[in-house]
């Protein structure tokens, strides 16, 4: 009864030892998905919004990275908002419609251009 429970601890242990590497570069592969997210709808809000932030979901969903993207709508004095929809797959990304101020009001310490 003893022998597969010491089998289990000695395959728990070696995998264990091979999800290390694992999650660093997991780590680095998901700053990576983040800075991609963030450039791909800073790009797609460039005509519409000035001096433009966003906020990431550092993981998203399963198919998409999911993101608001806010500041001064471009021609106007109001502050807008757009969520950001980015195909994991394709990398295309969509905006949403305009939200104004009153609507959603979102705070984004500091600059968040890549």
């Not at 995998?15 to 290390?20: C, D, I, K, T, V």
């Not at 709508?73 to 394709?90: F, P």
Request: glycine share 8%; charged share 25%.
């Amino acid at each position: 009864m003893t022998r597969p429970i010491i089998h289990r601890a000695l395959l728990l242990a070696a995998f264990s030892s091979l999800a290390l590497p694992a999650a660093a570069s997991s780590d680095d592969a998901w700053k990576e998905f983040v800075a991609d997210v963030q450039t791909a709808c800073l790009g797609a809000g460039k005509d519409m919004i000035e001096d433009a932030k966003v906020v990431v979901d550092p993981v998203g969903s399963e198919n998409y990275g999911l993101a608001v993207l806010t500041g001064k709508a471009k021609g106007a004095d109001a502050t807008i908002s757009h969520i950001c929809v980015y195909d994991k797959k394709t990398k295309a990304v969509e905006l949403g419609s305009e939200l104004a101020g009153d609507t959603l009001k979102v705070e984004i310490p500091g600059s968040t251009k890549p």
